[in-house]
C-alpha cells in the first residue's frame, strides 16, 4: 500500500511538470495561492466560505515559525498563520500525504496560537506594571481555527464524508463543551461534486483546487473576478524567470523525497519478508515486515538528511522524532 501511495504521488509531479498552472497542493503553489499579501482576498474567500457562521473582513499574516516556550521543546512551522480583526487566529494546513498522529500535530499547533493570545494581550497592556497586567490576563480565549485541507483519505470508513468538524464536545449530552477551538478537516480526493452542483463559494473553491487545469476556460460558474485573479496567480507562463526557478526547485525536492520513499519502502518491505521467511512460520514474518518497516523508515530520514531537508520536514515524512533522526 505504501508504494502504491508513493507511485501514485509520483504519478502526480509528472504530471505537474507538465502542466499550465501551479499545482495548489504543493508547497510553493499552496502558499502563492493563499499565503500572499496580494492573494489575501483568496484566503478570506476561501475561509469564509469554509467557516459558514464567520465573516471575515481582514486578515494580518503572522510568523508562520513559532519557537517552543524552552529551548529544547519543538517549534512550530505553520503553512499559513492569520488573525482577522476580531483578534481570532487561523492556522491552514496542506497535508499531501497520510502522517502518523498528524491530528494531534494539529493539536499542538493550535496550542501555540492559544499561547500567543496572552503575549499580544500583554503587549497590548505594556503600559502597565508587570503585576497590573497579570491581573488583566483572565484566560478570554478568542476563538482558534484550523482548517487541513487534505489530499488523502483519511478515513476512508465513510465513503461519502469529506468533512469533518472537531470541537470539544460533551460526549453524554452531543452538544458543544466549548468552541474556542475549531478544527476543519477536508479530504479532498472524496470530493466528487460535479461543478453544477456547487452553489456555494465554498464547493466551488473545493472544486478548483481538486481541478485546478479547469482554469484554462473558465466556466460561467466561475467567471467572475475571484476566480480570474486566481487564473492570473497561478498560470506558470505568467511568472517571472525567478519564480519558475522557484517554483521548479520546490518540484525537484519533492520528486526526491517521494523517489527516496518509494525506494526506502521497497527495501524495507524486501527485507521484512526475508526476515519472515527465515523464521518460517505466519508470525515470524509479520514480526520481520514490522521490522523491515521501521529500518525503512530509518533509511528515508537518512536519505532525506542527505538531500539537506530539514528536521521538521523530514519528521513530518517519517513520523521519526527529531531526536530519531539526528542520531542516524
Not at 478570554?140 to 470539544?168: A, E, F
Not at 527465515?278 to 515486515?289: H, N, S, T, Y
Amino acid at each position: 500500500m505504501h508504494i502504491f501511495v508513493a507511485r501514485s504521488l509520483w504519478a502526480q509531479l509528472k504530471h505537474i511538470a507538465m502542466s499550465k498552472f501551479i499545482n495548489p497542493f504543493s508547497d510553493y503553489g499552496f502558499k502563492l495561492i493563499f499565503g500572499s499579501e496580494v492573494s489575501k482576498d483568496l484566503i478570506i474567500s476561501f475561509l469564509n466560505g469554509v467557516l459558514h457562521d464567520e465573516v471575515i473582513i481582514n486578515i494580518t499574516f503572522r510568523n508562520v515559525e513559532m519557537l517552543g516556550m524552552k529551548q529544547d521543546q519543538r517549534r512550530a512551522v505553520f503553512d499559513i498563520f492569520c488573525e482577522n480583526e476580531k483578534g481570532e487566529f487561523f492556522i491552514v494546513e496542506m497535508q499531501k500525504t497520510r502522517q502518523k498522529y498528524f491530528s494531534d500535530r494539529i493539536l499542538y499547533y493550535a496550542s501555540f496560537a492559544i499561547q500567543q493570545q496572552s503575549i499580544v494581550g500583554r503587549e497590548k497592556l505594556s503600559h502597565l506594571t508587570e503585576e497590573e497586567r497579570k491581573k488583566h490576563w483572565d484566560y478570554n480565549i478568542n476563538k482558534v481555527y484550523i482548517v487541513c485541507i487534505l489530499n488523502y483519505v483519511m478515513s476512508p470508513g465513510y465513503p461519502d464524508k469529506y468533512r469533518w468538524d472537531v470541537v470539544r464536545m460533551d460526549r453524554e449530552l452531543k452538544i458543544p463543551f466549548s468552541e474556542t477551538l475549531n478544527e476543519v478537516y477536508l479530504e479532498i480526493p472524496k470530493f466528487v461534486l460535479p461543478l453544477s452542483e456547487c452553489k456555494t463559494i465554498y464547493l466551488k473553491w473545493l472544486y478548483v483546487l481538486n481541478n485546478i487545469e479547469i482554469m484554462e476556460r473558465l466556466p460561467d460558474e466561475l467567471n467572475n473576478q475571484l476566480f480570474q485573479k486566481l487564473k492570473s496567480i497561478v498560470e506558470i507562463e505568467r511568472m517571472s524567470a525567478n519564480e519558475r526557478l522557484e517554483y521548479e526547485l520546490s518540484l525537484a525536492v519533492e520528486r526526491d523525497l517521494l523517489s527516496a520513499i518509494d525506494a526506502s519502502f521497497e527495501d524495507g518491505e524486501i527485507k521484512g519478508e526475508e526476515k519472515g521467511i527465515k523464521k518460517g512460520i505466519k508470525q515470524g514474518r509479520e514480526e520481520g515486515i514490522k521490522e523491515g518497516r521501521k529500518e525503512e523508515r530509518r533509511e528515508i530520514a537518512q536519505n532525506l538528511k542527505s538531500l539537506g531537508l530539514s528536521l521538521e520536514d523530514i519528521s513530518k515524512a517519517t513520523g521519526l522524532t527529531s531526536e530519531e533522526i539526528e542520531q542516524l
